[in-house]
């Protein structure tokens, strides 16, 4: 089972927005209704898309990051190990 199967298993009535494409890298909720990806995750699906690393992390940078869709815009989130 997915992490986005389970979010909507616990929390069937939430209405979350969600980035196109992008639903493995998901990795959490934000106590406010909002879903989290992984930026690292993102860049691994956009280079499986025929972009090389750097044309992923542009793509994300102008395309991704910096969109804003209402108050439950998807949180995007760089772990550091």
């Not at 979010?7 to 992008?22: R, S, W």
């Amino acid at each position: 089972m997915s992490i986005l199967s389970k979010i909507l298993d616990e929390y069937p009535e939430e209405g979350f927005l969600k980035a196109d494409g992008l639903d493995d890298a998901i990795i959490g909720v934000w106590s406010e209704g909002r879903l989290v990806y992984s930026v690292d995750k993102v860049i691994e699906i956009l280079m499986t898309q025929e972009m090389n690393e750097q044309e992923a992390i542009e793509f994300y940078e102008f395309n991704i990051e910096c969109a804003y869709v209402g108050e439950r815009t998807p949180i995007f989130i760089k772990l550091i190990n």
